[in-house]
């Protein structure tokens, strides 16, 4: 039984994650600035909360000296769009951050360290990305996720520190927050399960790379648990499916035939669309060799866990959404 230390684990993947690892029986802490998370309120006295800054270390000592920690699953990050609009922040929450967050670990002696990064750090390239394809990210956030990679392989390199993490492309699910082009996934699926209309921005052939959130959220469990001699490289690409805004209205109507969906493409949502090349599909070979990885999520399955958790949490998932 592991002692995890879950960095973000009141954000959107991270909620899950802990949810996860308290399941299997771990002992979890979650550092957060968040006090808490109504999502897991129903497990809150089955792990411990640290409320800390990143770019603090004596709040990082602190949650992680003393207290046995011997995995941190580094979740927490500063995405888009603000990720854009304050790189200062960016900077720090993400480079500054994750450098404290292995500099702990290398000095309490943390064994495990699991890191989430994202196909952002790829701008060039053709649809098929290989996975050792060269990084040349066009965005802050990529910038900084890239930045993260390099120093976890450092560490890993220099300091024995078990450093191994995936890169994410647009994780969807209900519940998600956020204002990214990519959002048209989650809210074409979450405006149908709980019966609200939903105008969808972006034109019907769009097609964008994504995975469900549980998927997400146990791939770094999976890529914690893979036997070490199998391992070729210490990040791995992560992806479900792609789809079409067709195919998830499509999908929608199959589950909710009554669903209110229609198409108002907005333009510049989809000059973003086109800048941010979201339909390309990541080299999974490497991820499936090394340690046998396969989402549970097909795209039915995706609309089906939708529904039920937007049955299950209404309460805290039908709030307003940007109309574009």
């Given amino acids: 039984m592991a002692n995890c230390l879950v960095t973000g684990g009141f954000g959107f993947v991270g909620r899950h994650l802990v949810r996860m690892l308290v399941d299997r029986g771990e002992d979890v802490t979650v550092f957060d600035r968040l006090p808490g998370s109504p999502f897991l309120d129903d497990i809150k006295s089955r792990f411990k909360v640290k ?31 603000r990720s854009e609009t304050d790189p200062s922040f960016c900077f720090n929450a993400n480079v500054l951050g994750t450098y404290n967050f292995l500099e702990a670990a290398r000095l309490f002696g943390v064994k495990n360290f699991i ?34 990679e390099r120093l976890g392989e450092g560490y890993w390199q220099h300091y024995g520190i078990n450093f191994r993490g995936v890169r994410y492309c647009i994780v969807n699910g209900p ?71 067709r195919q998830l209205v499509d999908v929608a109507l199959k589950y909710r035939p009554d669903a209110d969906l229609s198409f108002r493409v907005n333009e510049g949502m989809m000059q973003k669309i086109r800048a941010l090349s979201l339909n390309r599909v990541m080299d999974l070979e490497p991820a499936r060799q090394d ?34």
């Fill in 51 to 81: 409320e800390g800054d990143f770019e603090n270390p004596s709040h990082i000592a602190e949650a992680i000296k003393g207290n046995g920690i011997d995995t941190i699953y580094h979740v927490g990050a500063l995405i888009p769009p």
């Fill in 115 to 148: 890191y989430s990064s994202t196909t952002s750090t790829y701008a060039d390239g053709d649809r098929f990305i290989p996975d050792d394809y060269p990084q040349k990210p066009n965005t802050f956030y990529g910038t900084t996720k890239v930045c993260g």
């Fill in 175 to 245: 519940g998600r927050g956020g204002t990214t082009p990519g959002m048209f996934v989650v809210w074409t699926l979450q405006m149908a399960a709980l019966g609200r209309p939903f105008k969808v921005f972006v034109e019907p052939d769009v097609e964008v790379a994504s995975i469900y959130v549980k998927d997400a959220a146990k791939a770094l469990i999976d890529i914690n648990d893979a036997d070490e001699s199998r391992l070729s490289r210490r990040i791995y690409n992560s992806m479900s499916y792609t789809v079409t805004a």
């Fill in 291 to 324: 340690f046998d990885y396969k989402p549970s999520f097909d795209l039915d399955a995706t609309m089906q866990d939708y529904m039920a958790e937007c049955e299950a949490h209404r309460d805290l998932i039908d709030r307003p959404i940007p109309d574009f």
